[in-house]
């Protein structure tokens, strides 16, 4: 078992590693639409995904930090 408990670290480990990578991603797009919008709706719609991304990216942190 301990072989297998140790596949699946590595595999959630990665997961969250790419997650990790894909809401910077997210969070670098938001913030580059925000700035360069002109559109009140837009910025808003925006500025709430960002927030979103922001706390899942504390959840992926902590659980990278485990």
Request: without cysteine; proline residues 2%; hydrophobic residues 35%.
């Amino acid at each position: 078992m301990d072989y297998l408990d140790a596949l699946i670290e590595k595999d959630r480990q990665g997961t969250y590693r790419t997650r990790k990578m894909l809401l910077e991603d997210l969070i670098e797009g938001s913030i580059k639409t925000i700035k360069t919008s002109n559109d009140p709706e837009e910025i808003k719609h925006e500025a709430i995904n960002l927030v979103d991304y922001r706390l899942q990216l504390i959840d992926v942190n902590k659980n990278l930090e485990n």
